[in-house]
Structure formats: C-alpha cells, structure tokens
C-alpha cells in the first residue's frame, strides 16, 4: 500500500500547494512512484505541475461523481515524473452534487483503491477549507501534512483542523494515524520567526519535520513556468529545502510500506 498524505491547513496561502508539488517532485527524483490529486478547485497544484486546467475535461470532479473512471483522469508531468488527477473550477459543484450521495465523504477513498497499488506516495493538496472535498481526502489518506508558517497567530486554528482529523479518525478512517507539522516560508533574519519556529518545534517534538522550508523567491515564481520549484531551479535554497523534506519523509515512513503502529499516536 502507498503512503497517502493530504496536505491541509483550512487557511490559504500558508503554502500547501507549494509543499504539495515540490515533495511530489522530489519523491519522484528519488525514483517514488507518485500521484499528486488536486482537491482544490483553484487548481494551483494541476498549473503548477504544467497540467492546463482549463483544457482539462477529465478530472477529480469527474471522478468524484463516478462518470469517469479514475485511471483515465490521471495525466503525467513529464518535467518532473509524477502522475497529476488534475482540477479545476468545476470541483467547486461537487461540493454541492456529493451531498446528495451515498457515503459522500468515500469517495475519493473508493475511487483511489482501484489505482492505490500502483504508487508509493499519494499526496492530495486540499481547498483552503474544512469542506466535504477536504473530508474526502483525509477519508483517503492516512497521513495530513500541515505547513504553517512561523508566525505568531500560525497555531490559531490549528485546534480546528486537529479535532477535525481526529473526528475523521474516530469515525471515518481508521488508518489516518499521523499528523505532522513543517514550517514553511520561514525568514531566518526576523527573531520572531526562529522565536516561532524554536516553539512550535519544542511544543510539538516529534509531530514537527526537521525539514524547515524557507521563503525562496524561486519557489514562488516556478509556477508561472508550469514547474515544480525544485525541477525549475534545483540549486535555489527552496528546492534544496523541499529535497531535504522528502529524504526525512522517506526515512520517516520508509518507500512503500504502512507506518509501523509504534508510530501511531
Ligand atoms: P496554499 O496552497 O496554502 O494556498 P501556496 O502554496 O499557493 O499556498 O502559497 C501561497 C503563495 O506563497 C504562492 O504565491 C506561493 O508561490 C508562495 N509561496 C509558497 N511557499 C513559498 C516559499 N517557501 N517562499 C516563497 N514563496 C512561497
Ligand atoms: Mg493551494
């Protein structure tokens, strides 16, 4: 079985497409099979993978509504070597659509099982939301990602988003076991910073990446050439920040097999 982590925080713009694209890409230069999902439908993960959203006609959404089958939506980012189940504006319908479904926040889970095998690492980068789409990924996924940023209201709401997955554990899916934190666009020059990032490390211990991403102009301007930050410039401290986050990532959780139970709680 892969490894499934959905990327999520509920507030947008703390850089989880970023976390999304770029750990996909260098998972897959460490010769991991993986599939990225874009559960946003902004569709910022799908462009940034150089997937044009807009000439997309088979995507998450199709999938979610079960009129396609989900290998037919999944297309390749030949720049970087992952598979992309790309999105866009019309995933905002589905929110409204699934209601009216049976098991609506399965899904994504029961579409995934036909394609799981085929992957070590699927990484779902979720709405800026704690919507019935990102309820969907964390139902498929048995690991969240959360990147924060190291400021000081970075730990507001954070509350929300960890009962969330816990209710979603209860309830839901067993499987979806770890939690972890990576600090993102991280400034060494303001104090308030390292301040935030020494805390959140000392308050949260293991559940906290070593990997500390710092703010990196190459990784914000990538996108706009439709690549992944550390395909775009590999030697741009982003992308060696994002290599050294999937080397723990890979000696966290090993290439291909579940989290060991000892690593639960
Ligand atoms: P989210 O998906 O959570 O909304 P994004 O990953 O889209 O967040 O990031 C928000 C903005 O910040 C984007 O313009 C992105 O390019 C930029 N950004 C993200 N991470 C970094 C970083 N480490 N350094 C500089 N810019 C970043
Ligand atoms: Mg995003």
Redesign the pocket.
């Known amino acids: 079985m892969p490894h499934i982590f959905c ?1 999520a ?1 509920q ?11 770029n750990l996909a890409a260098s998972l897959a230069a460490r010769q991991q099979r993986v599939l990225l999902i874009d559960l ?1 439908p ?1 569709g ?2 799908t462009m ?1 993978s150089g997937v044009d959203k807009q000439s997309a006609e088979q995507t998450v959404y199709e999938v979610l509504v079960g009129t396609v089958p989900i290998r037919d939506a999944i297309v390749r980012c030949e720049a970087a070597g992952y598979d992309v189940l790309p999105a866009n504006r019309e995933l905002a319908g589905a929110e409204v659509e699934l209601v009216t479904f049976d098991k609506r926040e399965r899904r994504l889970r029961d579409a995934l099982a036909k394609i799981a095998n085929d992957y070590d690492f699927i990484l779902i ?1 979720c709405p ?1 939301a704690l919507s019935l789409l990102t309820l969907n990924g964390l139902c498929a996924a048995n690991g969240v990602i959360i ?1 924060m940023q190291c400021e000081y209201f970075a730990l507001e709401g954070l509350s929300d988003l960890v009962n969330t997955i816990k209710r979603v554990n209860g309830n839901l899916n067993r499987d979806l076991r770890e939690i972890a934190l990576l600090r ?3 400034d060494p020059r303001i104090t308030l910073q390292q301040q935030v990032a020494e805390q959140i490390k000392q308050h949260f211990g293991s559940k906290v990446f070593d990997a500390v ?11 706009s050439y439709g690549l992944p930050g550390v395909v775009f410039d590999k030697s741009s401290r ?1 992308a060696r ?1 994002y290599n050294d986050f999937s080397a723990e990532i890979l000696k966290r959780y090993g290439a291909s097999k579940a989290p060991a139970l000892s690593e639960m709680q």
Do not use: S, W
Not at 11 to 19: E, Q, S
Not at 213 to 223: D, G, H, Q, Y
């Open positions: 990327v925080n507030k947008g713009g703390v850089g989880k497409t970023t976390t999304t694209v946003d902004q910022n993960a940034g980068d800026p990147p993102v666009m991280f991403i710092p703010r990196n102009v190459r990784l914000a301007e990538a996108p982003g920040a």
